[in-house]
């Protein structure tokens, strides 16, 4: 979807991404790519990917995260992987910038669940934590559930309402896939934080 040097912010979690290797330039093995997290900076809410390794290597600052039961914080030099399948959360509670990179193998439709997730959030369509009102959050439990699974609600629901209902909400001409939504957190690449 996005080439590589593609460069995306979330507004409402403070962070930004920059593609450093596309899927398509490593032959669709993984997605490589740079992440700034501000303080306080956060994804939507704790989640899983269901068939992706997410392996984060920190250049500077402190990335804190739970791995499944574990905390745990990693700095400049150290790295996290994420198995498929469990569950996690990361944030950033210091006073500087979190800079990471981010593989994530294989990548699936990775590049576009967070163009949809930092699309809502650029369109004003979260909560201020940034996780996605119910109904985007029905559309993208049915769009992306190979991808990414947050916990809340649980997934078993979120797997029912997206069966049940996301026909009904989409009939409303309601998307979290539109090119409107995924197009929207992209950013100018020259406006990457100087300081980084």
Request: proline content about 10%; some cysteine; hydrophobic content about 40%.
């Amino acid at each position: 979807m996005w080439p590589t040097g593609t460069t995306v912010h979330n507004p409402v979690t403070l962070e930004w991404g920059r593609v450093a290797v596309s899927p398509e330039d490593s032959g669709g093995a993984f997605l490589r790519a740079e992440m700034l997290a501000q303080p306080t900076g956060h994804p939507a809410g704790p989640h899983f990917h269901p068939h992706q390794e997410e392996h984060f290597e920190v250049v500077s600052g402190e990335l804190h995260y739970r791995l499944g039961d574990t905390t745990g914080t990693v700095g400049p030099g150290q790295e996290v992987t994420v198995p498929a399948g469990v569950h996690h959360d990361w944030w950033n509670e210091g006073d500087e910038v979190c800079h990471a990179f981010v593989t994530v193998t294989p990548p699936g439709n990775f590049q576009e669940m967070i163009g949809a997730v930092w699309g809502l959030a650029a369109l004003g369509r979260t909560n201020d934590y940034g996780a996605p009102s119910p109904l985007d959050g029905i559309l993208l439990a049915e769009a992306f559930s190979d991808d990414a699974v947050f916990l809340k609600p649980p997934p078993v629901v979120q797997k029912a309402l997206a069966r049940v209902a996301a026909p009904l909400v989409r009939a409303t001409g309601r998307s979290v896939t539109s090119d409107e939504v995924q197009q929207a957190a992209l950013v100018d690449p020259g406006s990457w934080p100087a300081s980084q």
